[in-house]
């Protein structure tokens, strides 16, 4: 069992909890992620290991609630136990100093950036991210993004806050002007699509992180398979991060969609099951 230390609403939808999970803590690297599972009938949740605290043996999540198993995460408080916090999976990121790199993160995508663009910068690279959300009231963890950055490009959507517009464009116009030896794109499929048909016409090793739909998290099942230069991969053992440029992202966007029926049923049951108590 693992204890919530540290709840924190972001905006609407999106929290962050500190959770015990001192294994873990001490293991991660950046670009890995866990599952959780709340309960002994509960679902299987991937999530990105946004930073841990090695000391106290704490690891930190943030997560948006889009479904029966994220919302009923989101109800449980401070001193609550989540029955299983499994990690770290994946392979981490590549992590050392290539010189210019930059992090492009959107929506809550820019939790799981912001651990990869920390641990650039403290290889001695040259950090320069570029963080977007739909509006201001969404957008999360500009200071923290600020903190790990050399430079910190925002954009909004509705343009709401700093620049309306959308993160691959800011990046289209960085690269008229310098030349980056990595980029790293994390967020919707859609977003990372563009950013990686952005950066190709300029040669620059694109790495994005997929979010594809998982179970197990260990290879086993093969419900996060995506295509990557024409063969398969699992997201979950072979990634998450992949040479953008060779993801098949809309095969990625379909896979995506399966079950949206079953999720929003699903979802409706459980806000009918919450007004009866």
Do not use: W
């Not at 866990?34 to 299987?44: N, P, S, Y």
């Not at 999530?47 to 994220?70: A, H, M, P, W, Y």
């Not at 960085?174 to 016409?201: C, H, N, Q, S, Y």
């Not at 929003?264 to 806000?271: C, I, N, P, S, V």
Request: hydrophobic share 40%.
């Amino acid at each position: 069992m693992h204890r919530i230390v540290y709840k924190k609403q972001l905006s609407e939808n999106v929290k962050l909890f500190d959770v015990e999970a001192p294994l873990v803590a001490k293991k991660f690297k950046a670009g890995q992620f866990l599952i959780v599972k709340i309960d002994e009938k509960g679902e299987r949740i991937p999530l990105t290991i946004v930073d841990t605290d090695k000391e106290n043996g704490t690891i930190r999540i943030i997560f948006q609630e889009v479904g029966k198993s994220t919302k009923k995460l989101g109800l449980l408080n401070v001193g609550d136990m989540i029955q299983d916090v499994i990690g770290p999976l994946g392979k981490p990121a590549e992590i050392k100093k290539f010189g210019k790199v930059v992090c492009v993160g959107g929506g809550v995508g820019i939790a799981c950036v912001y651990p990869q663009a920390k641990a650039f910068k403290e290889a001695g690279n040259e950090v320069i991210s570029i963080i977007g959300a739909r509006t201001k009231e969404i957008l999360i963890l500009e200071e923290e993004m600020r903190n790990v950055s050399d430079r910190l490009y925002i954009t909004t959507d509705d343009g709401s806050y700093v620049r309306k517009g959308f993160v691959p464009d800011v990046l289209k116009e960085l690269l008229e002007k310098e030349k980056f030896d990595r980029v790293i794109t994390i967020g919707p499929a859609i977003m990372m699509m563009v950013t990686a048909r952005v950066t190709k016409p300029y040669n620059v090793k694109t790495i994005a992180s997929l979010n594809s739909i998982m179970v197990d998290g260990t290879g086993m099942c093969g419900a996060c398979r995506v295509s990557v230069g024409g063969e398969t991969k699992f997201a979950c053992v072979d990634g998450p991060d992949f040479d953008a440029h060779l993801v098949d992202f809309e095969l990625l966007m379909e896979r995506q969609r399966i079950y949206l029926e079953e999720e929003r049923k699903a979802m409706e049951l459980f806000e009918e099951e919450c007004k009866c108590r």
